[in-house]
């Protein structure tokens, strides 16, 4: 099955850095790629998604690139803030159809923190 | 329109117990996905509901099964609880068609002793 392997686990920056988390998954039939942000005790929150037909995606100062050939994409945060300190999940599914329905591969996590 | 709601929020259970977890998802949302959230596995995919049928289930023991009423509403149940069966379970709804975006709900914390 589906494998998503998500670095780093863990990322210091200081606020207004830009941080990056990086994530590979193992089926190149993947094509729906969305990152989620769950805040300590709250739910996990969609921030950003990208699907298999666009390179790149920005959302004010999110960003997601997608490299299909090397099966790999990352998160992109610019100017951080100390609220975007979180934990910060990236996911892949197949989409429709057959064992795909529904579910979603998530990578382990990264713990991002914005000192002040 | 209103998030996704989960109930009960909290749970503590023991051993060889049984538990009945409910979801109610976005008005208009067919698909409902359980994921099971803990510190070592990470999050990881239970079975996916639409229209009152599973049509996608992950690699957890039958102890773990789930239903879909006519009106989306999911409920998961686990039978005979282990100690490691405690756990964050999340539900998420989408609309179910194609590549839409999952809508977590907060989730119930069970914990088993």
């Known amino acids: 099955g589906e494998n998503v392997e998500q670095h780093p686990s863990t990322l210091s920056v200081q606020e207004g850095d830009s941080a990056v988390i990086k994530c590979t998954y193992s089926?190149?039939?993947?094509?729906?790629f969305p990152w989620y942000k769950q805040e300590l005790g709250k739910r996990p929150q969609l921030i950003i998604d990208?699907?298999?037909?666009?390179g790149e995606k920005k959302d004010q100062r999110i960003a997601v690139t997608l490299n299909k050939t090397a099966k790999h994409f990352s998160l992109h945060i610019t100017e951080t803030q100390p609220e975007d300190s979180a934990v910060y999940f990236c996911?892949?599914?197949?989409?429709?159809?057959?064992?795909?329905?529904?579910?979603?591969?998530f990578g382990q996590g990264t713990i991002l923190t914005v000192h002040p | 329109k209103a998030g996704v709601t989960q109930t009960p929020r909290y749970l503590i259970k023991t051993r060889g117990q049984q538990v009945t977890l409910s979801c109610s998802p976005i008005?208009?949302?067919?698909?409902v996905s359980w994921y099971q959230q803990t510190p070592g596995q990470g999050l990881q995919f239970l079975f996916e509901?639409?229209?009152?049928?599973?049509?996608n289930k992950g690699n957890f023991p039958g102890r773990f099964s789930g239903r879909q009423f006519s009106n989306s509403r999911s409920e998961m149940n686990v039978s005979t609880l282990e100690l490691g069966d405690s756990a964050l379970y999340l539900c998420?709804?989408?609309?179910?068609?194609?590549?839409?975006?999952?809508?977590f709900g907060p989730g119930t914390r069970l914990t088993v002793l």
């Open positions: 008005s208009g949302h067919r698909s």
């Open positions: 996911a892949a599914s197949l989409g429709a159809g057959g064992t795909s329905y529904g579910k979603l591969t």
């Open positions: 509901y639409f229209s009152e049928t599973q049509r």
């Open positions: 998420a709804s989408s609309p179910g068609l194609s590549l839409h975006e999952q809508f």
């Open positions: 990208i699907r298999s037909n666009v």
């Open positions: 089926d190149s039939a993947s094509n729906y």
